[in-house]
């Protein structure tokens, strides 16, 4: 005899189902005190059936981190990062806040679960990264030889720039006193003059 598919248990629907489920709970209790079988009874399949969508809970992780850092350096290849250096500046700035508010769990996941990646995981993700981090520190270099920007480091300056601008993902709510553009005329402010400009 053979068993009905469940409803709603299509691969295209259940795969994606699978990773959102998983995003939430690990960006709410952590990645090491999430079990597999949590996930499947949140999704709504049995333990078992999870390995159909995802090999094990390391992928899982990778997964999630990967997909996120595709789709934020595809979104980065896609904006206007054209001008002076001061003007790249703002359009990057203003780029990663409208990116990364809407995704909180994506971004607390990347952030705080990256130690518990294997090495090998690891460096795919960190070379992503660094990527991402490469395209601000071009600008801020670009930005010292105009003599429009005067940072001690440009490396450290990039990492700076990006940890003040991802942590805005932490604390700011939709319901709050501040709107986005609000926010992001704050920020570009503090941005703009923690390079001298």
């Known amino acids: 005899m053979v068993m009905a598919r469940k ?3 299509h691969s295209d629907i259940t795969g994606p189902r699978v990773l959102d489920t998983a995003l939430r ?27 159909n969508y995802i090999p094990d809970k390391q992928s899982l992780l990778f997964d999630m ?7 934020l350096l595809t979104s980065l290849r896609a904006t206007d990062l054209q ?4 003007r790249q500046l703002e359009a990057f700035t203003r780029f990663h806040i409208r990116f990364h508010l809407p ?13 518990n990646l294997s090495p090998q995981n690891f460096a795919v993700i960190e070379r992503m ?10 600008i801020l270099r670009q930005g010292e030889s105009e003599g429009a920007f005067a940072v001690a480091d440009t490396r450290v300056a990039t990492r ?9 993902s932490h604390w700011y709510r939709e319901e709050g006193r501040l709107d986005m553009a609000a ?4 920020y570009w402010d503090l941005v703009r003059k923690s390079v001298g400009a």
């Open 129 to 138: 990264r660094r990527d991402y981090e490469d395209a601000l520190e071009a």
């Open 7 to 9: 409803q709603g248990s």
């Open 25 to 51: 709970l690990i960006a709410q209790h952590g990645f090491a005190a999430v079990s597999m079988r949590q996930i499947a009874s949140e999704v709504g399949v049995q333990a078992g059936a999870l390995y």
């Open 183 to 186: 926010i992001e005329a704050i």
């Open 83 to 86: 001008g002076d250096a001061l």
């Open 103 to 115: 995704r909180p769990d994506q971004v607390f996941v990347s952030y705080m679960e990256l130690r």
């Open 160 to 168: 700076a720039i990006i940890a003040m601008l991802t942590g805005l």
């Open 65 to 71: 981190m990967r997909e996120h850092m595709a789709e």
